[in-house]
């Protein structure tokens, strides 16, 4: 009996061993980005030594059932430094929150500084692009264009040539978009436009953008109507290794790149270096361009506390260009189709292009950034920079400048126009009548000269007091734009003539290089100061935030005024704005959030608004606009199903409009418009190798308000009045309605298909309110243009090539080769027949090989 007592204990040990050596147990977690709290969707969790993994769902959980006892698992997302847990299974483990850092040394701090939205914290209407999405889909596009499936956008290539793409957003263009890159505003201090040829390389070296709708995120002081895009550039990589690319596409299409990086070495130095060569004809006839594009990161961890990096980038670019538009039926008629381009001809057998149809480019921006961690809870985040930008546009001039253009209102030749039998400019023409010409050169090419010298320094302090968090700093910025007509080519002739210098006699010749028909400076000097208070729970959070800004503006004018004449340099003229905006985000529970923001901003005229016809007299008219915003939002999280739903309204008031009567400028004050929407965006995550992407928005943005206008002279004497009529006309040059749908989908591993659909609607062709001053049109919109889908294809495949990590890219975009009208301006009878424009691209393909090592 004690034998058997002795011999089931022992089979019960065994059992209990053996149970207990077989110890199963599922470790759930979730992965987010340590900076921003955004699910890393698709973040790898492997047990080590085995085959056994799963990827994060769309709220970033995972689920993993683990066998061993003691297993260690690897966390792993592109673009992230590894995580490894070791886990003790006994049952169950929830792991909470895993919080994956960025593989670029400084990242965290440049996100922080640059106001990144977190998710279910930060109460604004948000979109995350990653630097993978924009290596999968954005091909031979223009960069504008990887955000077309974001709701309320609209980007187009406008006339097609290499960088002239635009965006807008919610109705309004890239005068009223915020655009930083790394925190630091880039839009231009004289128009606040954007010219993305300048930043025609900025593609290559993103490390995420993030486009912020309405009021946005970014503490500074921006004129963000429509909204901010936020652009983090890639910083020094903490590991060593390189990436070399080389791709290729329709219309001679090719690009080579390559990326090297140090990694950080023992002394704390980290060096990252990347460069760039596109060149291709175009797809547009006579569009033929050059690109080259250079980042180079140099960062140095001084010890826990410092941190410096030195960060410079650039894309020196030539690029011709397609800048008539035309008639729709002139593109039916011709035989290059949607490709029809009136705007060069050919001189010595190679393409030359005419007056606005030539653009070269180089805008470098350098930046020397210090990261100051005081203490656990206080940081100080430092920014110089510094942008000195030379370049400039091809234009026309003389008395027979007419031989080298085209109407403006239809496209088409004038009875001066000059051209070939084959349809082309006649170069040959003009030159032998400027060689034969006793009075010079009758018709010559320039350079629009459009430089710049800008110089800023922002600085945030960041500290953090039980639950709050404040944040204040100073935005300095000093900008100084060279403008000027350049001779470039007397097309013949042994010099030209010009009359518009007060300071030469008109009898002068000019020749390569001389300045003439104007020669001004523009000087713009910026002081801010910003303040915001965020309180955060895990329930809820909210924020306060206030800027002001003085914006003084000065001009000097070296042809209109004698160098004698002290006029011939304005005094400052400033301008005060301020901003106030504030919001809250409540998290219902895991799933369920929803969010509140509004916000009211004046912003202080563009320059150009200021001085009359082009003199250094002062507009006394002048005044700053008035934005009042509001949005509402829900958000949903899963692990298979996310949403977002927004509602907006934005109320323009006072838009700041001038006319020119004769030798009077009038400020035509008290137009008022109202943008207002809803907008969706979903993703859909059914298991693991699919991805379902949809987005709808649905805008209804309107002028409101007549005005009249009323034009003094310099005695106050009413010599013009007249009414703008633009109450109830639908704002034009941009989609109200747009939809998209996007399937991603594993199909075998590492073997990856994509499929995008976009729908856009209610696109109302461009026109000049001020212009409305018909009361017959009263009412009357502009040219409703055909609403159009495009579908494009992408695909990527990573493989194994003599031992280095290999990776091919192919994209189609519009796969259908539909033919649709993309940019119009309105004709004189708002409709089709008179409506001038550009189609957008047919069918376009590109792929590329990229090697790492």
Known sequence: MRKMIKQVSLLLALVALTSASFAQGVVKGIIVDVATNEPLIGATIAIEGTTQGTAASLDGSFSLKVSDDNAKLVIRFVGYLDVVREVAVSGDINLGMIGLKTSSIGMEEII????????????????????????????????????????SVYATKAGGGFGDSRITLRGFDSNNIGVLINGVPVNDMESGKVYWSNWAGLSDVTRIMQVQRGMGASKLALSSVGGT??????????KEGGVATYAIGNDGYAKKSFTISTGMLKNGWAITMSGARTTGDGYVKGTNFEGWSYFLNVSKRINDKHQLSYTVFGAPQWHNQRSSRQLIQTFRDKPDGIKF???????????????????????????INHFWKINEKTSLSTSAYASLARGGGRRVSGNKSGWLGFDRNTGLPTADTKLTTDGFLDYNYVIAQNAASPNGSQAIMANGINSHDWYGVLSTLNTKISDFNLTGGADIRYYKGYHAYEVEDLLGGEYFLDAKNINRPASTPLRKGDYYNYYNLGEVAWGGLFLQGEYVKDKYSAFISGAVSNTSYRRTDYFTYLDSDPKQQSGWKNFLAYSVKGGANYNINDNHSVFVNAGYFTRAPYFNSIWINNTNEYNNGAKNEKVLSTELGYLYRS?????????????????????????????????????????????????????????????????TSNVIANIYDQNQVLIYSGTVYAKDLHVGDAAQTTAAIGVNYEVLPKFKLSLDLNHYDNLYSYFDVNTR????AEGVDAWKMPAYQLVDFSMRYEFKLGGFNTTLLGSVNNVLDTEYISDATDGATHDYNSAIGFYGFGRTWSTTLKIKF
């Not at 914290?121 to 091909?139: M, R, S, Y």
């Not at 936020?230 to 910083?235: M, Y």
């Not at 009136?342 to 030359?352: K, L, M």
């Open 112 to 151: 922080v500084s640059a106001s990144i939205a977190r998710d279910r914290q930060t109460p604004v209407a948000v979109a995350n692009i990653k630097a993978q999405v924009i290596e999968d889909k954005l091909g031979s596009q223009e960069f504008p264009e990887i955000l077309k499936s974001t709701p």
């Open 639 to 703: 692990a298979t199903f996310s949403a977002n739903v927004s509602l907006y309204r934005t109320e323009w008031l006072d838009k700041s409009l001038t006319r020119t009567v004769g030798t009077e400028m009038a400020n035509i004050s008290g137009l008022n418009a109202l943008h207002q929407g809803v907008e969706i965006d979903m993703t859909f995550k059914p298991f693991e190798k699919l991805e379902i992407t949809g987005m709808a928005s649905v805008g209804d943005w309107q002028w």
């Open 773 to 776: 001053t018909n009361s017959n």
């Open 341 to 367: 381009n009136a705007d060069y001809g050919y001189r010595n057998g190679e393409v030359y292009s005419t007056g606005y149809a030539y653009n070269y480019y180089h805008k470098p921006q350098m930046s």
């Open 229 to 238: 895009i936020n652009i983090v550039t890639q910083s020094t990589e903490a």
